[in-house]
């Protein structure tokens, strides 16, 4: 290895994670301007990437800029911007899509230049139509209708692929547990017999197309989460690094009884900061 080889080797990019790691709740994480400041003074480039299909990404850099954090919105992917694009890249420009999802999914689709088919067109008098759908898109829908499950499941029956913008089976909400976007992936697939093309952690495809968005060389890429089970276990699977931090979901009693691992492990994004030299050293350390 030559003097230089730690610059080369030194996390250069960050995809991390929103929910327990950015904010709790309503309410912004300690330390969270400064981190960010903290990413632009070290040149490390960065993506938000979270698996909430309902949201803008434009909503989602507001919300982090009202608390005064430097994010722009093309620094956020979410599971509907890497459905978006990793559609782009296995359909024809302009392909037609029925999609069961809010406007948060419906907003990048059109955007990448997809047409949204009409809520009944895999009704009978519609066939035609129907054959021209090349994909069902599934993401949460609050107002979701038996109708539009229908719908999904003609059309997949017909042969249109089958892509779910994520597979939470349950969604924290001030009402308790409630049914989430695999919730929804499973009542299609029941139906069907067909299992969906899964986008958001802990499949690869969200990652995948975070590293794109950033032009990122994967060695030299850190991914940061809260949640052991999607955030960890998807960079352990694209042999990312990661770290873990214990403001969100994931204890350290349970990390105990896992059988995959973060590399590094934090209380909160602050004490990442802290010890980020320290992360330089080992990084170089484990690609040497
Ligand atoms: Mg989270």
């Not at 991390?16 to 490390?44: C, H, I, S």
């Not at 009409?118 to 066939?127: G, L, P, R």
């Amino acid at each position: 290895m030559t003097l230089t080889s730690s610059a080369l080797t030194a996390p250069r990019y960050l995809i991390t994670d929103m929910d327990g790691v950015l904010w709790r709740g309503q309410e912004p994480m300690p330390g969270l301007v400064e981190f960010f400041r903290f990413l632009r003074a070290e040149n490390v480039r960065f993506v938000c990437a979270t698996n909430n299909a309902s949201t803008l990404a434009e909503k989602l850099a507001e919300r982090l800029q009202g608390w005064g954090a430097d994010v722009t919105p093309d620094e956020i992917v979410t599971s509907s911007t890497a459905t978006a694009d990793y559609l782009a890249t296995i359909l024809p420009q302009g392909s037609r899509l029925y999609v069961v999802g809010m406007e948060g999914l419906r907003a990048p689709l059109r955007d990448r230049g997809f047409k949204i088919a009409e809520q009944d067109v895999a009704a009978a008098a519609n066939v035609a139509a129907a054959a021209d759908v090349a994909a069902v898109v599934v993401g949460i829908d609050w107002n979701v209708t038996y109708n539009q499950l229908k719908q999904a499941a003609l059309l997949i029956r017909r042969g249109a692929k089958f892509i779910g913008t994520n597979s939470d089976r349950t969604f924290p909400s001030p009402e308790g547990i409630i049914p989430g976007a695999g919730a929804l992936l499973a009542l299609i697939e029941t139906a069907t017999d067909v299992k969906p093309i899964v986008i958001g952690k802990p499949e690869p495809v969200l990652y995948e197309m975070s590293l794109k968005r950033m032009n990122a060389v994967p060695g030299q890429t850190l991914v940061l989460g809260d949640r052991l089970e999607t955030d960890i276990l998807g960079a352990v699977r694209l042999n990312l690094k990661s770290a873990l931090v214990l403001s969100g979901v994931t204890t350290r009693e349970e990390l105990t009884h896992s059988d995959y691992q973060p590399d590094w492990v934090f209380d909160d994004i602050s004490d990442l900061i802290k010890n980020w030299a320290m992360i330089n050293a080992q990084f170089t350390m484990h690609n040497s």
